[in-house]
């Protein structure tokens, strides 16, 4: 059984790197992937012999990298890449998480919503990094919110505030963090260029047209240079992955899957088995691609 998409504390999950290997080898995975935000420092860490044998299966070296199609934030997962060699967006990101929850407090400000004012994002805890999680989180703290909430689109936790609103451009907290960041065709380059395959992470939680998802997929696919596509994934019902192999054949394309495990940060996501065993990914599910791509 495969996980191949894992966070630990250096990016936004809650293990650290000997936790998530000995939670990893209680499952009895045999192939995972740490794929942290734009960092691969884990895999620094996994250079200690004595923390790499904490976890008895392959390792492939990966990492999830932030860029930014028609203005959305998206992400591609690079696997099998030199650690050493790949070219990461080297930004401030707490300065932007700064900026954008002040701009987000603008906005719940002119919805009336209530919250604390002083909330604010960490650079050091990985439950409070981001700007949407913080204010998600306050809002829903506050019963007088949720008509207003209601009123302005679908229902929404402190994970999915970020897809559901401060992503897309039809909602009143929309924050173009673009300008920050670097193209798609930009992050699949530097994933190439350090020896990997990149894949188009979780293709349907991106807040495209509802009804032209799918085809939206299929435009990326015939414009950008991707190797894959992330089929297998929690929040997808077995329809979804049907039609993303289909898409992932129709062009020709490899299929990975993991559980996107962040520990305390997403509490009901567990490695390996994702949302009440939702997810149970085969080794063969990635035996066209796996024996090309550098393992440790």
Known sequence: ??????????????????????????????????????????????????????????????????????GIPMEVLGYGIDYNKIKINKIDIYDIQVKSLNELKKRAKKLKLIFDENISVSRTDPRRKYASYVLAKELLKHEENKEILLAIGPE????????????????????????????????????????????????????????NKLNEIEIILKNYQLDGLECEYPLFSNQDRSNLKNIALKYKKYVSGGTDYHAKNKPNIYIGTGINNNIYITNEYIKDWFVNVDKI
């Open 156 to 211: 929404f936790d402190e994970n999915s505030f970020y897809r559901i609103h401060t992503s897309n451009k039809n909602s009143i907290f929309y924050y173009d963090e673009s300008k920050y960041g670097i193209s798609l065709t930009e992050v699949i380059n530097n994933i190439h260029d350090a020896g990997g395959l990149a894949f188009l992470a979780h293709p349907l939680v991106y807040p495209f047209d509802e009804m």
């Open 1 to 70: 059984m495969i996980d191949l998409h894992l966070h630990t504390t250096y990016s936004d999950g809650t293990d650290n790197v000997k936790e998530l290997l000995l939670n990893a080898e209680l499952k009895k995975l045999d192939i995972i992937s740490i794929t942290d935000h734009d960092s691969v420092d884990a895999y620094k860490e996994l250079e200690n012999k004595e923390i790499r044998d904490l976890f008895s299966g392959k390792i492939i070296v990966g990492v999830e990298l932030k860029t930014y199609y028609n």
